[in-house]
C-alpha cells in the first residue's frame, strides 16, 4: 500500500508544479514602474520581464529580455490594465521594487495611485518610492550594473540613505504620513551627463540624485536640493550623519558627522552636537573640527531656510 502512495503524491506534485510555471508564463512581471499624470489621464511606463521566447516559462535576469511599455487611463489602474493589453499578458506587479513619480503630481493628488499599489496590485509595502520631472528618465536609462532595471536606482537610494544623503521613502510610510496629514521626503533623480560606463548609452547620460521632493497633502509641493535634503533628514530624525566637505588651509576636506543631534530650543535657535571622523574612520584633527561644524551647521541652516 505505501509504494502506492508514493507515485501519487510524485504525480501530485509534477501536477502542480507544471501548473505553476504555466501560470508564471502568461504573467508580466513588472520590476520599475513610472506613474505620471498629463492633466487629464494617468501615464505609466512600466519595465518588465517577458518569460516568453521558448524560456519554458523561466525568467532570465537580464536586461536583454527586458521591454518597456506604457499604459493610459482615466485611473492608475486603468492604465496598467492597458499594459496588459499592449504586452498581452496579465501584469503582475507584487514583485515592484521601484515606483517613480512624475511632476503632474504637483498638481494631481497621488494617494489613490498609492492605495491602489498596495490594495488592488499588491505591491511590497517596502517597495521603494521615488521621483523625477519626467518619471521616465528612469524607465528609460539602461544601466550597465544588477542584475534587474531597477537595482542600480534602488542601490542609489539605500547608499545615499545610509550616509544621511537622501530619504528613503517606502510605500507603507507614505500611506501612514498621508493618512496622519504628515510631510514625507522623497528622493529625487534628475539627468547628469557623467555617467560613461554607468549607463550603455553613448552620449553619457546616467540618472544621479539630486535632492528631495516634499509630499504633503498628497502632492508634491517643495524642492529642496542635496545641501537641504542632509539638513532636513537631520532635523526630523530620519538621519543621525551626514558627510561634509569644507574648506580650511586653503584645501578641501571632508569627513562623517555622525552621532548628530539637533535640538530646537523655545528661542528659536538651533543647538547641534556631533562626533566627527575622516572617512576612512580615523579621528578628524583638533584643527579642523570647528571648519566642519560650521559646515554641518550651514546644512541645517539650508533646511531651515527651505521650510
Given at each position: 500500500m505505501k509504494r502506492m502512495i508514493i507515485p501519487v503524491v510524485l504525480a501530485g506534485m509534477m501536477l502542480f508544479s507544471g501548473c505553476e510555471a504555466t501560470e508564471l508564463g502568461s504573467r508580466a512581471i513588472i520590476q520599475a514602474a513610472a506613474v505620471d499624470f498629463d492633466g487629464h489621464e494617468?501615464?505609466?511606463?512600466?519595465?518588465l520581464f517577458s518569460s516568453g521566447g521558448g524560456s519554458g516559462g523561466e525568467i532570465d535576469p537580464s536586461n536583454e529580455n527586458v521591454i518597456k511599455v506604457t499604459g493610459r487611463g482615466d485611473t492608475f489602474a486603468a492604465a496598467v490594465?492597458?499594459?496588459s493589453m499592449t504586452d498581452g499578458k496579465e501584469i503582475y506587479m507584487s514583485e515592484n521594487r521601484l515606483l517613480i513619480l512624475g511632476s503632474g503630481f504637483v498638481e494631481a493628488d497621488v494617494t489613490p495611485v498609492l492605495e491602489t499599489a498596495a490594495r488592488d496590485m499588491r505591491c511590497s509595502l517596502n517597495m521603494l518610492v521615488c521621483c523625477a520631472d519626467d518619471p521616465e528618465l528612469l524607465t528609460d536609462m539602461?544601466?550597465?550594473?544588477?542584475i534587474t532595471a531597477a537595482q542600480?536606482?534602488?542601490d542609489m537610494i539605500e547608499n545615499a540613505y545610509r550616509s544621511g544623503g537622501s530619504p528613503k521613502a517606502d510605500l507603507l510610510t507614505l500611506l501612514n504620513n498621508t493618512a496622519a496629514g504628515r510631510?514625507?521626503?522623497?528622493?529625487?533623480f534628475s539627468p547628469e551627463q557623467n555617467g560613461f560606463g554607468m549607463t550603455s548609452d553613448e552620449d553619457g547620460m546616467t540618472a544621479v540624485l539630486s535632492g528631495s521632493r516634499v509630499l504633503s497633502g498628497g502632492k508634491l509641493s517643495g524642492r529642496l536640493d542635496s545641501r537641504a535634503t542632509a539638513g532636513a533628514m537631520l532635523l526630523c530624525g530620519n538621519s543621525d550623519r551626514a558627510l561634509l566637505t569644507f574648506s580650511h588651509g586653503g584645501r578641501e576636506h571632508s569627513c562623517e558627522a555622525y552621532c548628530v543631534k539637533v535640538e530646537r530650543?523655545?528661542?528659536?535657535?538651533?543647538?547641534?552636537s556631533a562626533m566627527l571622523r575622516r572617512r576612512n574612520g580615523e579621528s578628524l584633527p583638533e584643527e579642523l573640527?570647528?571648519?566642519?561644524?560650521?559646515?554641518?551647521d550651514d546644512i541645517i541652516n539650508a533646511a531651515l531656510a527651505a521650510e
Amino acid at each position: 500500500m505505501k509504494r502506492m502512495i508514493i507515485p501519487v503524491v510524485l504525480a501530485g506534485m509534477m501536477l502542480f508544479s507544471g501548473c505553476e510555471a504555466t501560470e508564471l508564463g502568461s504573467r508580466a512581471i513588472i520590476q520599475a514602474a513610472a506613474v505620471d499624470f498629463d492633466g487629464h489621464e494617468y501615464v505609466v511606463s512600466a519595465l518588465l520581464f517577458s518569460s516568453g521566447g521558448g524560456s519554458g516559462g523561466e525568467i532570465d535576469p537580464s536586461n536583454e529580455n527586458v521591454i518597456k511599455v506604457t499604459g493610459r487611463g482615466d485611473t492608475f489602474a486603468a492604465a496598467v490594465d492597458d499594459i496588459s493589453m499592449t504586452d498581452g499578458k496579465e501584469i503582475y506587479m507584487s514583485e515592484n521594487r521601484l515606483l517613480i513619480l512624475g511632476s503632474g503630481f504637483v498638481e494631481a493628488d497621488v494617494t489613490p495611485v498609492l492605495e491602489t499599489a498596495a490594495r488592488d496590485m499588491r505591491c511590497s509595502l517596502n517597495m521603494l518610492v521615488c521621483c523625477a520631472d519626467d518619471p521616465e528618465l528612469l524607465t528609460d536609462m539602461h544601466f550597465t550594473e544588477g542584475i534587474t532595471a531597477a537595482q542600480k536606482p534602488v542601490d542609489m537610494i539605500e547608499n545615499a540613505y545610509r550616509s544621511g544623503g537622501s530619504p528613503k521613502a517606502d510605500l507603507l510610510t507614505l500611506l501612514n504620513n498621508t493618512a496622519a496629514g504628515r510631510k514625507s521626503l522623497i528622493p529625487a533623480f534628475s539627468p547628469e551627463q557623467n555617467g560613461f560606463g554607468m549607463t550603455s548609452d553613448e552620449d553619457g547620460m546616467t540618472a544621479v540624485l539630486s535632492g528631495s521632493r516634499v509630499l504633503s497633502g498628497g502632492k508634491l509641493s517643495g524642492r529642496l536640493d542635496s545641501r537641504a535634503t542632509a539638513g532636513a533628514m537631520l532635523l526630523c530624525g530620519n538621519s543621525d550623519r551626514a558627510l561634509l566637505t569644507f574648506s580650511h588651509g586653503g584645501r578641501e576636506h571632508s569627513c562623517e558627522a555622525y552621532c548628530v543631534k539637533v535640538e530646537r530650543l523655545d528661542s528659536g535657535e538651533v543647538k547641534i552636537s556631533a562626533m566627527l571622523r575622516r572617512r576612512n574612520g580615523e579621528s578628524l584633527p583638533e584643527e579642523l573640527k570647528d571648519a566642519a561644524m560650521l559646515e554641518l551647521d550651514d546644512i541645517i541652516n539650508a533646511a531651515l531656510a527651505a521650510e
